[in-house]
């Protein structure tokens, strides 16, 4: 057989074309694929999450809640009861929880409310002896007026579940993303009236 004739022959030759065309299009194929369940991964972990988060907040909204879970307080139970339910989904994860509490719901990521503004320019002035509302009871004007724990009675219980857990998959290295989820969840529940709630305070010029 002549150089030419086996030339012909080999460029004619399609054995072995489709394990070419396979190598071409596995990497992207694969990584697709695994950047597909990272994020359903990760949808699946926040919903649960959040579903754990709002079932304890509202457990924890009555008057000497039980919750199954471990704590000599109702936050650290909120806490367990979160981190339990998360505990077979979530190898390796930092779960943490914190729990905050106002007056009502219209305080959550709003500062304390004026109730005089000598000089009518909407901002709270201590020189001209404004007014507000101490809604965090510490004597002092607040741009946050969140207050430590769940509360009581009708106050309002904001709670934040943080978590910070390894990728199912090794897709971060491929992709250039974050070897760890990091998501937060939230919801805010008002405590049932089990009691009369305590009304803040009103300083002025401090």
Do not use: W
Request: include cysteine; proline fraction near 5%; aromatic fraction near 6%.
């Amino acid at each position: 057989m002549s150089a030419a004739t086996f030339i012909r022959s080999l460029a004619g030759d399609r054995r072995g074309v489709t394990a070419v065309e396979f190598a071409i299009v596995a990497l992207p194929l694969s990584m697709l694929l695994m950047g597909g369940f990272d994020l359903g991964h990760q949808a699946y972990i926040r919903s649960v999450m959040q579903g754990a988060l709002t079932d304890a907040a509202r457990r924890a909204s009555v008057q000497d809640p039980e919750l199954a879970a471990s704590g000599s307080t109702t936050e650290e139970q909120v806490t367990n009861s979160i981190k339990d339910q998360l505990a077979a989904i979530t190898p390796g994860a930092t779960i943490t929880v914190t729990e905050s509490n106002f007056y009502d719901f219209s305080g959550i990521g709003n500062p304390e409310k004026l109730m005089t503004d000598v000089n009518a320019n909407g901002e709270y002035d201590a020189a001209d002896n404004d007014c507000f509302s101490d809604l965090n009871e510490n004597g002092k004007y607040d741009s946050d007026t969140g207050r430590d724990g769940i509360g009581g009675a009708n106050d309002v219980a904001f709670y934040k579940a943080d978590i910070d857990m390894p990728r199912l998959l090794p897709v971060a290295r491929l992709m250039g993303f974050s070897p760890n989820y990091r998501m937060s969840v939230a919801t805010a529940v008002r405590n049932q009236p089990h009691g009369t709630q305590k009304t803040p305070p009103v300083v002025c010029g401090s």
